[in-house]
C-alpha cells in the first residue's frame, strides 16, 4: 500500500490514519529524499512528531519534498556495476545513499528473514531427530527448539544485527565502531 502525501498545496485537511510507525517512517522517507541528513536529536523529534495525526504529519512531509523539489537537483552518485559489484562496495554505496537508521532496518529487514529461515531449518532438524529409537537424547532436541525460537524475530528472539553492520573497518563486514556517524557522504 503506498501512502499518498499531497504534492501540492493542501486546501483541505488530509484524511485517514497511520500509525506511530508508519508516520515515523514517511518523515524519515520524506527528509532522506529531500537529502537532509539526521542526527539522533532529530530522530527523537521524528519520534516525536510521528504521534501526531495524521494531518499534521502529512502536512509536513509535503512540505519537505515541495521543498526539495524546488532546489536544483543533487548531483548524480556514481553507482556500483550492479551485476559484478562486490559486497563491499554496495555496502559503501548504501551508506552513502541511506541514512544510518534506514540502512540499519534495511539490515533487519534481510538479516531478520535470514535468522528466521535459520531457525525453522532448526526446528525441522529438531523434529526429524525427535523419533523413536535417534541416538539423540529428547533433552537434546528440545534444546534445539528452545535455540530456534530464542533466534527467532518472529517468535521474539530481536532484530538481527542490533547493531549496523559495515565493511568499513577491519578489512570485513561486522559491527560498526563507529556509528552513527562513519558514514561515507558524496559532496
Given amino acids: 500500500m503506498t ?10 485537511r488530509p484524511a485517514g490514519f497511520r500509525d506511530s510507525g508508519e508516520q515515523a517512517a514517511v518523515l524519515r522517507d520524506a527528509l532522506t529524499a529531500a537529502g537532509v541528513e539526521l542526527g539522533s536529536y532529530e530522530g527523537s523529534i521524528i519520534e516525536w512528531l510521528s504521534r501526531w495525526e495524521w494531518a499534521t504529519v502529512a502536512t509536513i512531509a509535503s ?4 521543498a526539495a ?27 552513502r545513499i541511506l541514512a544510518e537508521d534506514i540502512y540499519l532496518r534495511y539490515q533487519q529487514a534481510i538479516g531478520g528473514a535470514a535468522v528466521h529461515e535459520a531457525a525453522e531449518d532448526a526446528r525441522k532438524w529438531a523434529d526429524d531427530a525427535d523419533v523413536p529409537g535417534s541416538p539423540l537424547p529428547s533433552q537434546a532436541v528440545k534444546g534445539w527448539h528452545g535455540a530456534a525460537d530464542h533466534i527467532d524475530p518472529a517468535k521474539d528472539g530481536g ?14 563486514f561486522g559491527p560498526c565502531p563507529g556509528a552513527p556517524g562513519c558514514t561515507p557522504k558524496e559532496n
Fill in 63 to 66: 512540505w519537505v519534498a515541495r
Fill in 69 to 95: 523539489t524546488a532546489q536544483e537537483p543533487a548531483p548524480a552518485i556514481a553507482l556500483p556495476d550492479r551485476f559484478n559489484a562486490a559486497p563491499a562496495e554496495v555496502d559503501r554505496h548504501l551508506r
Fill in 159 to 172: 532484530p538481527y544485527p542490533s547493531q549496523l553492520q559495515c565493511s568499513e573497518h577491519d578489512g570485513g
Fill in 3 to 12: 501512502i499518498e502525501i499531497p504534492a501540492g498545496p493542501i486546501e483541505d
